[in-house]
């Protein structure tokens, strides 16, 4: 009877297999820590009566789905939801048209025009949000605003004394826009250039001998080689603009009325911090992530469904 020897695996083979989770698993392990305990306790929270009483000792008592059902039955809520969403797909879509356009001129700029929009892009994107959000606050000063100085110098009286971030939520939205598409631009535009140095010139100087013209190279050409990327950030500006919290709480601190100027950021932390209920904030918490879930669903279905390229 013959004995089959199953050669053994070499212990460099079985080590070198090991050795790429070994090095993932302390950076796992932070990530889980830093953000895996603070999901688990909003979620149980969120399904909790978790007031002033609880911060003072008092065991929170479970309410199950009382929080959420708290919330939609919340006629404000909607509002502040709705008012979320289109905030949020106006200013994601002006930031991505913009630094799309950026990243197309800072491809067919010559090389000093090109070190000058980079360098801008990095100060405009490095400048801390306060300083910045400080700046967009003297520029709109009902009383010594440059713009309101402008307008007014120009025949338009009726800007006089007007405060941008008080007398309409219309005006406050406005400039909550401009100020989250200024500072989210820099990062979309750098992102997209450097995708667009990817784009093979030879394809470019093919389609060109073929007499595609400009926007027909950018359709057929260009579009689809940096489609992943421009998608990647269409989600991520998307998330980003849809928790924003920071430029609205601060513009709301200089004259906006936050029952009218409430985004879902800065309602979460209305209900939570000012009103003391946590228990309610965790819930909208997690309304706000389900519902980031569901707008970003397409980019997070192509991520699971695509071909291996290899």
Not at 207 to 221: E, F, I, K, N, P
Request: glycine share 8%; net charge neutral.
């Amino acid at each position: 009877m013959t004995t089959i020897v199953r050669p053994r695996r070499p212990r460099g083979v079985l080590a070198h297999r090991l050795a790429p989770l070994l090095l993932l698993l302390p950076a796992v392990l932070l990530v889980v820590i830093a953000l895996g305990y603070p999901l688990v306790r909003q979620v149980i929270m969120s399904f909790q009566e978790f007031g002033l009483a609880q911060q003072f000792g008092q065991p929170p008592a479970w309410v199950g789905l009382a929080n959420y059902a708290k919330i939609l039955s919340d006629p404000y809520f909607w509002t502040v939801l709705g008012r979320s969403v289109l905030f949020c797909v106006w200013t994601a879509g002006w930031t991505m048209g913009i630094g799309l356009a950026f990243a197309l001129m800072m491809r067919a700029a010559s090389s000093v025009g090109r070190t000058f929009m980079s360098v801008s892009l990095v100060i405009v994107w490095a400048m801390p949000l306060l300083a910045a959000l400080t700046v967009w606050q003297w520029l709109v000063d009902p009383n010594f605003g440059l713009v309101n100085h402008v307008l007014t110098g120009i025949g338009l009286d009726g800007f006089e004394g007007f405060s941008w971030l008080a007398d309409s939520p219309w005006t406050f939205f406005l400039i909550a826009s401009l100020v989250i598409i200024w500072v989210s631009t820099p990062l979309v535009t750098i992102t997209i250039f450097a995708s667009l140095t990817q784009v093979d010139e030879s394809l470019l100087e093919a389609s060109q001998l073929d007499g595609a013209t400009y926007l027909s190279r950018l359709r057929y050409v260009i579009l689809p080689i940096i489609l992943p990327v421009v998608m990647l950030m269409g989600v991520l500006q998307v998330i980003w603009d849809l928790r924003v919290f920071t430029h609205i709480h601060v513009l709301q601190a200089s004259g906006g009325v936050t029952t009218q100027t409430n985004l879902l950021g800065t309602y979460v932390f209305q209900v939570g911090i000012s009103q003391g209920d946590y228990g309610v904030a965790s819930a909208l918490a997690m309304v706000i992530l389900l519902l980031t879930l569901i707008m970003t669903a397409a980019y997070i279905r192509m991520l699971f469904t695509q071909e291996d390229p290899a």
